[in-house]
């Protein structure tokens, strides 16, 4: 069982920046490959990055490339979201989610979610 706690949410301006942390449990973290994924309001759930077990690999959506940055620290059980340029499209509840033996960028592969951050980018 992972659990995961997303953290650093909030309202930032056009053009600001926030770093998002997920927190997860248990003494197996390295061996999940970690995920990021947003809903905004009255959309579907969508894919913003991935990282894989080592940290070495990373892969993003379009709409972020270039903007966000995953990052992990498997000693600390913590993976990251830098989000700068922010644009007020990428308002949305921001969640983290953990996927055992590697990367994936669909919802249905992973295995265990966070609760959630909100972030609000205002114009």
């Known amino acids: 069982q992972v659990q995961l706690v997303e953290s650093g949410g909030g309202l930032v301006q056009a053009g600001g920046s926030l770093r998002l942390s997920c927190a997860a449990s248990g003494r197996t973290f390295s061996s999940y490959g970690m995920g990021w994924f947003r809903q905004a309001p009255g959309k579907r759930r969508e894919f913003v990055g991935t990282i894989s077990l080592s940290g070495e690999i990373t892969y993003y959506a379009a709409s972020v490339e270039g903007r966000f940055t995953i990052s992990r620290d498997n000693a600390k059980n913590t993976v990251y979201l830098q989000m700068n340029s922010l644009k007020p499209e990428d308002t949305a509840v921001y969640y983290c989610?953990?996927?055992?033996?590697?990367?994936?960028?669909?919802?249905?592969?992973?295995?265990?979610w966070g609760q959630g951050t909100r972030v609000t980018v205002s114009s």
């Open positions: 989610a953990a996927r055992y033996g590697g990367m994936a960028t669909t919802n249905g592969s992973y295995d265990y």
